[in-house]
């Protein structure tokens, strides 16, 4: 739910329970009244008791407009008793504490009462004579000669037990219970769904600001809560992942300069042995001394080789070069890499050859001069590590349904199953390798970053002794 939603639901709902459970209880309310205490709560005598009050009131404030000289004419008298005869009421008029009119046998003490009760502040002035109670209003007279009086108005009440005050006082009483209660529920509710994930989301930001980007932040609440989390575990990941990014880069540089300065030492010792052997005259010989430099230019060469290669590397880890991609025909391509290594690999009584298993032509795209790089180095790899008399290579090309197979399978040396997967790593060669062949432990490190760069895979699988087979897949493109 969103949280607008939320909202007109929440102040429906504070509006519309407190009027439902009023309206019922008012209903059980008027219910236990009338059936349980045998009151009449009937609108009728609502209306009865109302008629009676009214016309009371009425009466009483003609008396106060009228002129108190009037009050004194038996005619005036008449009329105000006939007024009240409408709801069976009295009249009694007092002069200086004596009755100058009066309509009903009244003893004094009865008078007393009256102006008693028209004293006492409470809804209800009810006053009993002669067993029987009456509604009594008392309106204060000023005569003319200065005399103070009192008309006393009596009117018969009757079995109502002002329900209705208490009906009222009742219906506001659970109207603002079930208001108030009602509010402080839906604001907790309110509060759980919007402001408790925000509360969390401000913990997790501000495990963020610390640098602790390990939590994951939880998608709870509203609707626009929870957009909001996803958008701040978004830019979690991406602030991880450009943590972790540079931790490789700075990973990568302490790496480089340290396997720099390791292999590059090893042929510059040597450099420096011969130089200083051929400034020594320890190469006292023309062929002697051309034997040192020969070896000095390659022990120069092979550095130069290394350092390129690490550049390349590096440049390519860092993403830092473009590729020219091409639609290229997969066996075209294949038998102009087998061209390219044919005369060199026949040097070291290495065939080779290609199986192809494709069904018609294919295409992929390929940036060509990177990816020759890649075979080739496979190759050259393949020729390093042979061991066998009569060395084989095959390529072999295959599909499935959504990429082509690239297999490059040698008879060599092998590599140990468990290490498989880590001669991608940069540097790494097996100690076979370190001990005997040249390299630098970046061929398939440069060879995995090229073919990632082309979306593909790259991985090997060992067949032991039997030799390794390095596989590459591309996703396929549609054929034209
Ligand atoms: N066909 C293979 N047969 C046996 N071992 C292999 C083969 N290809 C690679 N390796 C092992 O994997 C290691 C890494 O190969 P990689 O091509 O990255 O480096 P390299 O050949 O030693 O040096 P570089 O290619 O940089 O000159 C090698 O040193 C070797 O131990
Ligand atoms: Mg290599």
Known sequence: MNIKKRLILSNTITIVIPFVVTIIA?????????????????????KKFMFIKTELSNT????????????????????????LSNIDGELIILKNNTVIFTSKDINKIDIEKCLLESKVKSQRKVVEIDTLDYIVEVAPLRFKDEALGSAILLAPTFEYAGILEKL????????????????????????????????????????ISKGDLSLEIIEAGDQEIVDLCADFEKMRIQLKDAVSLKKKYDDNRTMLVSSISHDLKTPLTSIKGYVKGVLDGV??????????????????????????????YSKLDLSQLPFNFEKTDIIDYFNYCIHESTIELEK?????????DLKGSKYIKIDRERLMRVILNI????????????????????????SIIIEIRDNGCGIDNNDANKIFDRFYRADSARSEAKGSGLGLAIAKQIVEGHKGKIWAISHESKGTSILISFGKISEG
Request: proline share 2%.
């Open 168 to 207: 009222i006082i009742f219906i506001i009483g659970v109207f603002l219970i079930t208001f108030i209660g009602v509010n402080i529920f839906m604001s907790y509710l309110f509060s759980k769904r919007i402001i408790k994930p925000l509360s969390l989301l401000k913990a997790a930001v501000g495990d």
């Open 60 to 83: 009483k404030s003609t008396i106060w407009k009228q002129n108190s000289e009037d009050m004194e004419d038996p005619v005036y008298q008449k009329y105000l008793y006939q007024k």
């Open 379 to 402: 190759i050259d790899n393949a020729r390093k590590y042979m061991d066998k008399e009569k060395g084989e290579i095959t390529i072999l090309l295959r599909e499935t349904n959504s």
């Open 283 to 312: 190469a006292n010989t023309p062929e002697k001394a051309e034997r040192y430099l020969k070896t000095v230019y390659s022990k120069a060469e092979g550095m130069d080789v290394m350092i390129n290669d690490l550049l390349l």
């Open 26 to 46: 008012s209903f059980l309310f008027v219910f236990v009244c009338s059936t349980i205490f045998n009151k009449d709560v009937s609108y009728d005598n609502f």
């Open 348 to 356: 070291f009584n290495i065939k080779i050859s290609l199986i192809n």
